[in-house]
Structures are given as C-alpha cells and as structure tokens.
C-alpha cells in the first residue's frame, strides 16, 4: 500500500500558516525527495474564521491533492481546533497553541504555547508559525529535521550590497529572513487580468495575500467612487482555488470596501497592479491603479501602485523578481502621512532592469483625437484616441527611468495645491 501522509495546518490570517506549509512541502519535495502537494485556503481569514494549509506526503504520484482525513492536524486557535477536529484520524495527532486554544474535544492532544513561546523568548509573535511547524515535524516525523531546517535557510535573504532596512534573522539559521505581512492587493484591469494574478504569485508565498478588485476592467477611472448604487461582492476562483472578491465597483471603492468590511484583521499594507501600461507623468491623474493606492495613503495605510510599461505585457520577470526585493527594503520604513509610492517597471527581462530609481513625475504631451462613428441605427458616437507625442526628457523623471530599463519608484500625495499659488492669490486679492 503505499505511502500518504496528510498535515493541515489551520489558524486564522495573519498567523503564518500560508507560508509555513509551503516551507513544509519543500523540505518534503526538495530535501526529502517526496512526492507533495500543498493547498491553501484564502476565503475565511477574510471574514475573521478558520483558515487552512494543507500538505499531502506521498512515495508515490500524488491522485487526489486535498487532504481527506489528516494525520495532523495544527490548530493556532480555537475556531479551527473546532472546525477541523473531526476531519482528524482516529489515532491522529493533534497538535495546538495553548495560548489561544483553552478547550479541546480530546485528551489526546499536544497542548503547546507556540504564540507565547514567540512572543516572550524570541521577542517576535509573527514568528508563531515557525516554532509550530518546528514542533509539529518533531513530534510527527513528517519530513526530517534537517531537511525543515535546510527548507528555512532556502528562504533566507542574502544579504544585499545596499541594505535599506535593519537585518531580521531567523532564530534557527541566524540568516535575515522575510517577514510575512497581511497584503490587500487590488487592481484596475480587474480581477481576472494577468498582471493582478502575477502579483498574487510573487506575494503569496512569504505573505498573507487578499485579492479584492473589480470584476471588469476600470481603467482610467481615477479615483471614482460609487455611492448612487449598491456595491456587490462575490467569490472568484482560479485554478479551482479560491483567488479572491470581485466587486462590481471602483479600484478605490474595492479598497474600501475591503478595509471597511472585507479584510480582518487589517492589511499591513496595500498594493495596486500589476497594471498594463505605464503609469507615469499626468496618467496618474486617471490611473485607476494609483487611485487606488492613493484612497489606501488616505485612509492610512502603507501603499504601493505598480504598472509596466508595455499593453499587452508579456515579460513579468522583472516584478516577479523586484516586488519581493522592495517589499523588504520597506518593511522597516514608514513613508510620511498620505504618501504611496507610484512605481513603474520596464518591460524587459528580469535581467536586463538596471535596478531601482527614485524619480521625479514627468510631463507627457497627447496628441488627442476622437474617432467619429455610426452605429447600426444610424447614431453618433465617439472613440478617443490617444497617442503620446512627447516625454518629459529630464533625466530624473518616471518616463525616462523606464525607458533606461531601471525601476521607477515616484512618491506621491492626494493633496493637489499649489502651493506657490497660495501667496500670488493672497496677494491679488490683497490689491486696492
């Protein structure tokens, strides 16, 4: 008979448990040699419940990728202790953090403060997950130790020529580490476009991700909202697995809405894209995408608007690559008040970027014309055509970086005044 081993994982958002199976399938895939297969479950964090990751071990090919009934099961709190419990093994493990779980449905059961023992001796509580799935490969002997321990040291950052954050190191390698944030990722090309699915996949495996965009495609909405109509959600899947909310809304009402309603606990940050197109001099004064970057700098959260200069893309190399690599040059950084940071990457290779640089937002002249056309029943209507005539060419505007190949990263601010302007009116208006 052979061989199948089933782990899942279970807590709620922000605890790790994303991360920490796919840590777990490749010390079993890579260093162990298994055949494995991990899921996960993204829906329920978002309405504050159980959510779940789940591993399947195997000597053989893998038929069926969910687990049926585990062999162990992790319960970081007690509504999935609850949920999950009954799905175990007669003779499963079951294995819980006794810092949230108080009551268990059997005496047999592992009881072990996983969230204190992180919060008190190693000083980080986000860390949880770790010292769980440490424990669980110990009392379990799902995958070797040694092969846990070479999974965690493949996810250690190399130290960088130029560090822009303090090191954090991993209490088992002492090699700076990444640290999982909650991502609230939303778009305007919809949720179905390509660039908001490579986002997810650049994101998901260090991060807590949540996808709430529009249904279909807003581009060049700017920063509208709706008020005179109900705002509908419901549940998208890709691949089979649940990928995310539509809404049949704005990029800043899917915003919104998600940090008003949707997303419990709250994002650590938010990020728009990835956006087909560059967004740099006056676009984003359209832009949906820096809109909705912009309406999370509102309402006080980190944020991040991402495009690439190129419609359609077809290379997202350089994002998969760089966003992970910014991430981490941010976390330990807070911009000022109603600042996000619009950003833009080349089209090219991962390869040929030349690196990051910060720029100034650039000026673009149109030549604009509309299209004149008559439908079938004899009506006028009109098609803009847009056509960019001319760049700024100041060496340290967004426009000119990307067409250098490097990364342009712009800070920008909701508040439109024109500062000059204040004292020339005071002073008109001051005139006899």
Known sequence: MPYRYEVRLSG?????????????????????????CQSQSYGPEARGGASKSEVIISDEEIDYPKAIKPDVLLAMNQSSCDLYFFDLKPNGLLIVDSTFVKQTPTTKVVALPFTSVARKELGKEMVANVVALGSLVFLSGAVSLKSLEAALDGRAQPPGDEPWCPPREDYTTGRNVVTPMRILVTNDDGIYAKGIEVLFLALAADHEVLVVAPET????????????????????KRNGAFFGYAVNGTPADCVKLAIRELMRPLPDMVISGINMGANVGENVIYSGTVSAATEAAMLGFPSIALSINAYPATDYSGPLRYVPDLLRRLEYRRLPKGVSLNVNFPHCSAEEIRGFKITRQGHLKYAETYDRRIDPRNRVYYWLCSQTAEHDPGEDTDSYAISERYIAITPIHYDLKHYPTLALLAEWMNEV
Not at 13 to 23: N, T
């Open 12 to 36: 709620s958002g922000g605890q790790g448990l994303i991360l920490a199976g796919i840590i777990l399938a490749e010390a079993a895939g890579i260093y162990d040699g298994k055949y494995v």
């Open 217 to 236: 495609e807003q581009s060049a909405v700017g920063h509208a909202i709706t008020f005179l109509d109900p705002l509908r959600v419901r549940e998208v």
